[in-house]
């Protein structure tokens, strides 16, 4: 009888790659998805740790998932990704009905992992060799969408933010070879795809272990495949992003003009204590050089609020910055508490009423400038690629601009996958609306 497999999948585009290379992997033994969770035989729980929420929704999901263990005592369930490889032994022993926790360096076994769960029934965890190679399984992945499709191009970080955990449950940086990042677009290219997103911590320190090649060069070979028609990646640490790549950004064919480039925080004194390795004005640098290259660059970025020893100073700061920079989009968080990471030794924490203060400024005041933003776009034609209809209602289509703007209109003759121009008459702060034109 036919297995199915019930992948869940928490935190960044990185997860929602690996969730589809172990779909791949699952496939070969004989498993195939099913939406219906009741009915699966196995269920992974791909997960996230970079903040306290995303823990405590996961473990609050793991506990759920006890009653169709208790329906279906068969059923194997096993947790992979980032809080697996930080809690391990820890997380069977919190919610006994796992049965295997597999860390981040040790995906690539998943087959044998499953399969001799299969045989023995001996409950497993391997959080081992967290920086070791990256072992990418012989399979392709099961991509969610049809139209656009992640690619991985290396993993780990040695940056070693002092907020963050990602260095530690990731492990070292470690780049694949370009030949199998190409083989995979290819891939994905004939299959349909169109659009490509390069993946990795820091894509910038792409190939640093490689004599011959860097992130800039390997976007320019991407961007010469044939059939693809948009090139997006992230994520780029300021800090390295380098003139090389601006240049084969603004000479380039399809390579769209977004940055996610997280900036994290708007004062100096901040920004030196996340261990950021650059200054405001820095950043305002690079923006500038980016906007000179890139006329019609879209800019988006990662906030953090409520960090150890802020002030009101410092975050009276942020905001001007916002107000200079004028970001397309920021992504605002509230600093959580790390175990392990430098920041949670820092004195001077910010009570979380202050924190929830302050994110809700900050966002009032990115928000405006979104809206102001898209407001520039109301009545101009931009070029869509067509993702589906939407969430809500089957007759509207959605799709996103290359400045990687959501756009919904009217669904008429087009299909997925399509490029279409689209004339925008209605703006709102995270997305456009408009008619085909
Ligand atoms: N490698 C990427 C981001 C990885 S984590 C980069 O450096 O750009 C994604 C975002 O989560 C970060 O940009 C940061 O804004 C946020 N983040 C990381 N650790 C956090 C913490 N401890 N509390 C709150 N937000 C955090
Ligand atoms: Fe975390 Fe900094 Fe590495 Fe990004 S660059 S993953 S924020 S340590």
Redesign the pocket.
């Known amino acids: 009888m036919d297995k199915k497999f019930k992948i869940l999948t928490y935190g960044c585009q990185m997860n929602v790659a690996e969730s589809e290379r172990m779909a791949g992997q699952l496939a070969k033994i004989g498993y195939s998805a099913t939406d219906d969770i009741s009915t699966a035989d196995l269920i992974l729980i791909n997960s996230c740790c ?1 903040r306290a929420t995303a823990e405590d929704k996961i473990y609050g999901k793991i506990g759920e998932l006890n009653r169709y263990k208790l329906q279906n005592p068969a059923l194997i369930i096993g947790v992979t990704g980032c809080l697996a490889q930080k809690d391990g032994d820890e997380l069977i022993k919190k919610s006994p009905h796992v049965d295997f926790v597999l860390g981040t360096a040790r995906r690539g076994e998943l087959i044998d992992i499953v399969k001799s769960f299969e045989s023995a029934r001996k409950k497993f965890v391997d959080t081992s060799n967290v920086s070791g190679q990256i072992i990418e399984p012989e399979v392709f992945p099961i991509r969610a969408g049809k139209v656009s499709a992640f690619v991985p191009i290396m993993y780990g ?5 002092t ?5 530690y449950v ?1 492990g070292r940086e470690r780049s694949r070879p370009a030949q199998e990042i190409f083989d995979e677009i290819k891939d994905a290219v004939k299959n349909g795809f169109k659009e490509i997103t390069l993946l990795g ?2 894509v910038n320190s792409y190939g640093k272990e490689f004599s011959d090649t860097n992130f800039a060069k390997l976007l320019a070979a991407v961007d010469k495949i044939e059939g693809v028609e948009r090139l997006r990646f992230m ?1 780029s ?1 300021p800090k390295d992003l380098s003139d090389e790549l601006i240049d084969v950004m603004a000479n380039g064919k399809n390579i769209c003009e977004h940055i996610h480039l ?1 900036v ?1 925080y708007g004062s100096n004194e901040i920004l030196r204590r ?3 390795v650059y200054t405001v004005e820095k950043y305002l640098a690079l923006v500038k050089k980016i906007r000179a290259a890139i006329p019609n660059i879209s800019l988006t970025t ?1 906030l953090i609020v409520g960090f150890p020893g802020e002030t009101e100073t410092d975050f009276k700061m942020t905001l001007d910055f916002l107000r200079e920079v004028q970001f397309d989009m920021a992504f605002t968080f509230i600093y959580s508490e790390r175990t392990g990471t430098p920041a949670a030794n820092f004195e001077n924490k910010v009570d979380d009423a202050t924190k929830h203060r302050r994110l809700n400024e900050l966002m009032a005041v990115q928000n405006k400038i979104s809206l102001e933003k898209n407001l520039h776009l109301d009545g101009q034609t931009v070029e869509v690629l067509v993702e589906g209809a939407s969430k809500t209602d089957k007759n509207i289509f959605t799709g996103r601009t290359r400045t990687n703007k959501a756009v919904l209109f009217p669904h008429g003759s087009e299909n997925v996958g399509d490029l279409i121009s689209v004339k925008v008459n209605q703006v709102q702060t995270w997305i456009l609306k408009g008619q085909r034109a």
Do not use: G, S
Not at 157 to 161: P, Q, S
Not at 163 to 167: A, E, F, M, R, S
């Open positions: 970079v970080c040695n940056n070693f933010c907020y963050c955990i990602v260095p990731r911590q820091n994520t640490h997280p994290q996340m261990n950021r990662d």
